[in-house]
């Protein structure tokens, strides 16, 4: 009985011996971590200040401040890592498992992660380019590991402006979406403008005129990209040949339809139309032979404009001509028409025709 009390004497006293082990361990582990992040955040308030004393640039702030930041915190998690498993003798051991850990219960989160590191090696688009994703146009106006920030534009507002509404967007998108950039490498668009006139304006005055205006609104944007397209050619195949504006002809409907088709910046786009549109009014104004088209209607009165009958040319030969039992004519001997050839609508109670 003696014996059997002092084994469990020599277990408890293990345990608690075992516990007090870990303990001192665990105190350790956390006094080093508390240190390590006072320290990084040490490091990282001093860099910043030297950036700010160094240069005013918001944009330029905000870079160090992002990048920066991740910077330190991945030093950070893998010296951690390493002093809390110390069971792991390699990092790339630790990672892999970590890694594993995170695929299986944190897939989406995974899948942003592979999409910030992707925006980061590849750089489909950069803090301020125009960009289009699932749907969404905005100005992109922040980066981080799990999402992507939009000031969105267009939607219910016309001419892509900002509707003021910021955008929050997973970072696994890009690899599931289209990506559409307004301003990577090349930074203009094509825009183009229909201008409907009649079919008796003097269309090529009117062509002439369109084109001139379109030159003046675009002779310094096609020289800027000329020069931006000889950049952009080292990295994407673009084969413009043609950067000055052009007015394109075709009839449609009711009119002709002049097709002004110029570059712009993305941005600028409302302006640039806005001013064009101004100075088309303004010409056109001055000029009696062009005028725009609108819808219209046309009536046709088969009695007035030779047709009797269903259908029927006036030739004298269909039933229902005014030669038939009435003459070659169909008037009467003073010349006036005969009764039969006045529409009823065209009588009124109380006339005689």
């Known amino acids: 009985m003696m014996q059997e009390d002092v084994h469990i004497v020599d277990q408890i006293t293990r ?11 665990f105190t350790k582990n956390l006094i ?60 790339a051991t630790f ?6 850990a995170l695929v299986i219960a944190l897939k989406d989160s995974v899948a942003d992660l592979a999409g910030w590191l992707f925006l980061l090696w590849r750089k489909p688009f950069e803090l301020g380019d125009r960009i289009e994703i699932a749907g969404i146009q905005g100005d992109v106006i922040d980066q981080r590991i799990f999402k992507f920030t939009l000031m ?19 970072n696994h998108k890009v690899f599931t979406e289209n990506i559409g950039n307004y301003t990577a490498d090349f930074q203009f668009i094509w825009n183009e403008i229909p201008v409907r006139i009649s079919l008796e304006s003097n269309w ?27 950049s952009a050619n080292r990295s994407y195949l673009i084969t413009y040949r043609i950067l000055t504006p052009t007015v394109y002809t075709y009839v449609k409907d009711f009119g ?44 046709y009165d088969r009695s007035r404009e030779g047709y009797t009958g269903w259908g029927m040319p006036d030739d004298g030969s269909g039933p229902g001509s005014r030669a038939s039992g009435r003459g070659e004519s169909g008037r009467g001997e003073s010349g006036r028409p005969s009764p039969g050839d006045i529409p009823p609508h065209l009588t009124s109670p109380g006339r005689s025709p």
């Open 256 to 299: 002709i339809v002049l097709t002004i088709r110029y570059l712009t910046n993305p941005r600028t786009r409302r302006g640039t139309e806005q001013q064009i549109w101004e100075e088309v009014l303004n010409e056109f104004s001055s000029h009696e032979d062009i005028s725009f088209a609108y819808p219209t209607i046309r009536y």
């Open 32 to 91: 080093f971590t508390v240190v390590l992040i006072f320290a990084f955040w040490l490091i990282r308030t001093v860099i910043m200040r030297i950036v700010y004393r160094q240069t005013e640039d918001p944009e330029l702030h905000y870079k160090w401040r992002k990048y920066l930041t991740r910077v330190l915190f991945f030093i950070a998690v893998l010296i951690l890592g390493r002093r809390w498993f110390e069971g792991f003798q390699s990092v």
């Open 204 to 230: 090529k005055k009117a062509k002439k005129l369109l084109h001139e205006i379109a030159d003046r609104h675009s002779a310094n944007i096609s020289d800027q990209a000329k020069q931006q397209l000889r």
């Open 15 to 25: 345990t608690i011996a075992d516990m007090a082990n870990m303990g001192h361990g």
């Open 152 to 170: 969105e534009i267009g939607n219910w507002v016309d001419a892509d402006q900002s509707t003021g509404r910021v955008i929050h967007i997973p």
């Open 95 to 100: 990672l892999g498992l970590v890694s594993a």
